[in-house]
């Protein structure tokens, strides 16, 4: 059966990007496979703490990690947190494994992929469609759940493509602890007033900001994603929406 047959929804977007250079493949066949999510077809109401070799005090999952630089920023900023990021981009993952393998940080190190240099402990990729595994996670399941810079389909025809929306929801608030959040950022003004639209109809949910500096400013312990720079390089502004699970 093919992937699209057994899914009742379908992953619109790209999965692969430019070649990858041999070392990076390198780091697919070999650092992959550690840090890759087990299979959880078959499994429920998972408690993500169990995926990690150390103890960890929560859990933050990133949906659509991209290139990665957030997720391994934080990760090492914040030893004592378990990460779970998704993706399905295969140059994004391959970029997130050079951060983790310290790849990033030495250069382009040849054969060299082992994770001598590298922190993994804390960081867990599911390389797939985030929807999949969402369902197999128990309720409070994770203390933040991270939608950075979504795919816009900015297309009318297009919006039920778009992450946050009435299918997503609700399992974003199961998954989130009370007083769990939901970080969303984007450049993308209709996505903003979509989102908002949206996540305001839900009473689980609560906005946290108080004033307009607090939609128009990232929060203290920010790190700035790929697709952010692309976007304050070009002037543009992004908003930035926490959403508390009451
Ligand atoms: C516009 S990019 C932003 C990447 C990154 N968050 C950033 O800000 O630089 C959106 C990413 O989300 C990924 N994505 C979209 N839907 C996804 C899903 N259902 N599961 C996993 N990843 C997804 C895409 O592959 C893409 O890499």
Known sequence: ??????????????????KIKASREKLL???LPKVRL??????????????FPVSVNAVWLEVG????EHLAQQSLRH????????????????????????????????????????????????DNDVRDILPRFKDGA?????????DPWPKKRHADRRFIGPKNIPALIRLLKADGKLYLASDDMNYIRWSLEHLMQFPELEWTAQTAQDWRCPPKDWVETRYEQKAL??????????FKRK
């Not at 899914?7 to 430019?18: E, H, L």
């Not at 078959?42 to 993500?48: E, G, L, N, T």
């Not at 990690?65 to 990665?68: D, L, M, T």
């Open 65 to 68: 990690f991209g290139g990665g």
């Open 29 to 31: 066949e070999v650092l």
């Open 233 to 242: 390089a070009k002037g543009k502004k992004p908003i930035y929406l926490i």
């Open 142 to 150: 994770f203390d933040r759940i991270y939608v950075l810079f979504p």
């Open 1 to 18: 059966m093919t992937e699209k047959k057994m899914r009742d929804y379908q992953f619109y977007g790209r999965r692969k990007g430019k």
């Open 79 to 126: 030893t004592d947190i378990g990460f779970i990021g998704a993706e399905v981009y295969l140059n994004g993952i391959t970029s997130l494994l050079t951060h983790l393998s310290g790849m990033e940080r030495r250069g382009d190190v040849g054969e060299d992929v082992s994770l001598a240099h590298g922190r993994v402990d804390n960081v867990r990729i599911y």
């Open 38 to 51: 087990p299979e959880m077809e078959k499994v429920q109401d998972v408690d993500p703490v169990s995926f």
